[in-house]
C-alpha cells in the first residue's frame, strides 16, 4: 500500500492545469536528467517530443508545449520566475536549442513538439521524450500524467509498495483515520503530523506548509490586483479585480497582502457580501492560474482556488484572530482527506489509474468540497472532544 504525503496533494507550480502542464513539465525535467546521468548530452544531439491523446487535443490551449519546453530546458516549475517564462520561451524558438551545461541540444519547440492525436492505451495522458546523439544513440521515454501533478514512467514499476505501513497510523480508508483519532483520542491533524513525523521533523513540516499557504495566499492576492485581459485568443476580461474593488474601493492602496487582510478583516460584511468575497477568492487564484501563473494544485489546477478562498474565508469571517497554528491544522486534515481519495480511487480503476476525465469527474469534483469541509466542520467544533476524550464523528 502507498503513503500519500500531505506534500503530494499540495504541489506549488504553475498554471494552467496540473495533468496538461505541471505534470509534462516534470516529465520533460525527469527526462532531461536521464539524458544528462546517461552521457547523451552531446554536441548535434536532438530532443523531440510527442504529445498524445488529449495533451494532443488540447495542449495548445493548456501550455503543454510550453512546459515540456520548459522541463527540458531544466526550470523548476516551483521556483521559476513566472514574468521570465514567455523570454525564456522565445529565446529557445529563437535559439532552436537547449543550453544544458555548455551543450547546446537542438530543439525547436514549432518543429519538434510533435501533436499526435492517437490515444496510447494506458492513459489519455502520454508522452513521449526522444534524444538522439549523431551517432544514432536513442534514449526514448514515455511518460503518462495521471492528474493532480503526478507522473508514471512507462516500463517502470509505479505499484504503490509497503511505504505506507512503515508510519505509525497507515491509512487507506476514512474509517480507518476515525478509528485512529477514536484510540488515540487525538484529532485528525494530530494523526496525520505523526506520520509526516516519520519522514522529516516537526520544523520542517510546518515551514513548508506556511510555504503552501503563502503560495496560496499570494495568488489570491495577486489575482484580486490585477486588471486587464487572460492570455490567449478569446482575450477573456479578468474579474476579481473589479469585483473586489467594488466592495473594497481603496483596494488598489495596499501593497502588501499581509495589511490587506488586515483591512478586510475590519469590514462588518452582509451575508451576501461575504459569499461574493469567497466566490471572488477563488476566482483570483484561477485567474492567476489561467496566466500561468504560480499556484497550489490541490487537488489539480483547476480547483487550485477553492481550498485557498475557504482559508480566507475562515481568516476574514469566521475567525479573525486565527493564526498559523489553524493554517497548519488545515493543510494537515484536508491533505489527509485528498490523499484518501487518492488512493481509493487508485483502487477503483481498472488499469490501476483512473483516466484523467474520471479524476477529474470524481477526484477533482467530490475531493475539493470535501476536503474543505473536513477542515471547517473541524474548526466550527474546536472543542473536538467528547466527555471521554474521544473526538466525535463530526470531527472530520
Same mark, same amino acid.
Given at each position: 500500500?502507498?503513503?500519500?504525503?500531505? !506534500?503530494?496533494?499540495?504541489?506549488?507550480?504553475? %498554471?494552467? *492545469?496540473?495533468?496538461?502542464?505541471? =505534470?509534462?513539465?516534470?516529465?520533460? %525535467?525527469? !527526462?532531461?536528467?536521464?539524458?544528462?546521468?546517461?552521457?547523451?548530452?552531446?554536441? %548535434?544531439?536532438?530532443?523531440?517530443?510527442?504529445?498524445?491523446?488529449?495533451?494532443?487535443?488540447?495542449?495548445? =490551449?493548456?501550455?503543454?508545449?510550453?512546459?515540456?519546453?520548459?522541463?527540458?530546458?531544466?526550470?523548476?516549475?516551483?521556483?521559476?520566475?513566472?514574468?521570465?517564462?514567455?523570454? #525564456?520561451?522565445? *529565446?529557445?524558438?529563437?535559439?532552436?536549442?537547449? +543550453?544544458?551545461?555548455?551543450?547546446?541540444?537542438?530543439?525547436?519547440?514549432?518543429?519538434?513538439?510533435?501533436?499526435?492525436?492517437?490515444?496510447?492505451?494506458?492513459?489519455?495522458?502520454?508522452? $513521449?521524450?526522444?534524444?538522439? $546523439?549523431?551517432?544514432?544513440?536513442?534514449?526514448?521515454?514515455?511518460?503518462?500524467?495521471?492528474?493532480?501533478? !503526478?507522473?508514471?514512467?512507462?516500463?517502470?514499476?509505479?505499484?504503490?509498495? +509497503?511505504?505506507?505501513?512503515?508510519?505509525?497510523?497507515?491509512?487507506?480508508?476514512?474509517?480507518?483515520?476515525?478509528?485512529? /483519532?477514536?484510540?488515540?483520542?487525538?484529532? #485528525?491533524?494530530?494523526i496525520v503530523m505523526s506520520n509526516e513525523l516519520h519522514d522529516r521533523d516537526e520544523?520542517?513540516?510546518?515551514?513548508?506548509?506556511?510555504? #503552501?499557504?503563502?503560495?496560496?495566499? +499570494?495568488?489570491?492576492?495577486?489575482?484580486?490586483?490585477?486588471?486587464?485581459?487572460?492570455?490567449?485568443?478569446?482575450?477573456?476580461?479578468?474579474?476579481?479585480?473589479?469585483?473586489?474593488? *467594488?466592495?473594497?474601493?481603496?483596494?488598489?492602496? @495596499? *501593497?502588501?497582502?499581509?495589511?490587506?487582510?488586515?483591512?478586510?478583516?475590519?469590514?462588518?460584511?452582509?451575508?451576501?457580501?461575504? #459569499?461574493?468575497?469567497?466566490?471572488?477568492?477563488?476566482?483570483?487564484?484561477?485567474?492567476?492560474?489561467?496566466?500561468?501563473? &504560480?499556484?497550489?494544485?490541490?487537488?489539480t489546477n483547476g480547483s487550485a482556488g477553492v481550498i485557498p478562498a475557504v482559508i480566507?474565508?475562515?481568516? /476574514?469571517?469566521?475567525?479573525?484572530?486565527?493564526?498559523?497554528?489553524?493554517?497548519?491544522?488545515?493543510?494537515?486534515?484536508?491533505?489527509?482527506?485528498?490523499?484518501?481519495?487518492?488512493?481509493?480511487? @487508485?483502487?477503483?480503476?481498472?488499469? =490501476?489509474?483512473?483516466?484523467?476525465? +474520471?479524476?477529474?469527474?470524481?477526484?477533482? =469534483?467530490?475531493?475539493?468540497?470535501?476536503?474543505?469541509?473536513?477542515?471547517?466542520? &473541524? $474548526?466550527?467544533?474546536?472543542?473536538? &472532544?467528547?466527555?471521554?476524550?474521544?473526538?466525535?464523528?463530526?470531527?472530520?
Open positions: 500500500m502507498e503513503f500519500v504525503s500531505v !506534500f503530494d496533494m499540495f504541489k506549488i507550480g504553475v %498554471g494552467p *492545469s496540473s495533468s496538461h502542464t505541471l =505534470g509534462p513539465w516534470k516529465a520533460g %525535467g525527469q !527526462f532531461r536528467n536521464h539524458c544528462i546521468n546517461s552521457g547523451r548530452i552531446v554536441l %548535434g544531439a536532438r530532443f523531440k517530443v510527442t504529445l498524445y491523446g488529449s495533451l494532443s487535443l488540447t495542449g495548445k =490551449g493548456h501550455a503543454t508545449d510550453l512546459a515540456v519546453t520548459m522541463g527540458l530546458a531544466g526550470y523548476d516549475p516551483e521556483t521559476v520566475d513566472t514574468a521570465a517564462i514567455e523570454q #525564456i520561451i522565445n *529565446s529557445i524558438n529563437e535559439d532552436k536549442a537547449i +543550453d544544458i551545461n555548455g551543450i547546446k541540444v537542438s530543439f525547436d519547440p514549432i518543429n519538434d513538439v510533435v501533436f499526435e492525436r492517437e490515444f496510447l492505451p494506458f492513459h489519455a495522458n502520454g508522452l $513521449t521524450f526522444t534524444i538522439e $546523439t549523431p551517432e544514432h544513440d536513442v534514449l526514448s521515454e514515455t511518460y503518462y500524467s495521471i492528474g493532480g501533478g !503526478f507522473i508514471l514512467q512507462e516500463g517502470k514499476d509505479n505499484v504503490a509498495n +509497503d511505504a505506507l505501513y512503515n508510519h505509525p497510523f497507515p491509512i487507506q480508508k476514512a474509517d480507518e483515520l476515525l478509528q485512529y /483519532c477514536r484510540n488515540q483520542g487525538k484529532r #485528525i491533524s494530530e520544523h520542517a513540516i510546518n515551514d513548508r506548509l506556511l510555504k #503552501i499557504w503563502d503560495v496560496m495566499f +499570494d495568488s489570491i492576492f495577486k489575482g484580486c490586483q490585477t486588471q486587464g485581459t487572460l492570455p490567449g485568443v478569446l482575450k477573456v476580461k479578468r474579474r476579481a479585480h473589479d469585483i473586489i474593488k *467594488s466592495m473594497m474601493p481603496d483596494l488598489d492602496h @495596499y *501593497s502588501t497582502k499581509e495589511a490587506w487582510l488586515e483591512a478586510i478583516r475590519k469590514l462588518n460584511p452582509s451575508f451576501q457580501e461575504i #459569499i461574493k468575497w469567497t466566490g471572488t477568492f477563488a476566482m483570483a487564484v484561477n485567474e492567476v492560474n489561467a496566466s500561468l501563473g &504560480r499556484v497550489v494544485t490541490s487537488p480566507m474565508y475562515y481568516l /476574514c469571517f469566521v475567525n479573525k484572530e486565527a493564526q498559523d497554528q489553524e493554517i497548519l491544522q488545515f493543510m494537515l486534515t484536508s491533505g489527509e482527506i485528498g490523499s484518501i481519495f487518492k488512493k481509493r480511487f @487508485y483502487n477503483f480503476s481498472s488499469n =490501476g489509474w483512473l483516466s484523467s476525465r +474520471d479524476w477529474c469527474f470524481f477526484g477533482n =469534483g467530490g475531493c475539493r468540497p470535501c476536503r474543505t469541509h473536513g477542515w471547517y466542520t &473541524r $474548526t466550527m467544533y474546536h472543542s473536538s &472532544r467528547n466527555h471521554n476524550g474521544t473526538p466525535p464523528r463530526h470531527d472530520l
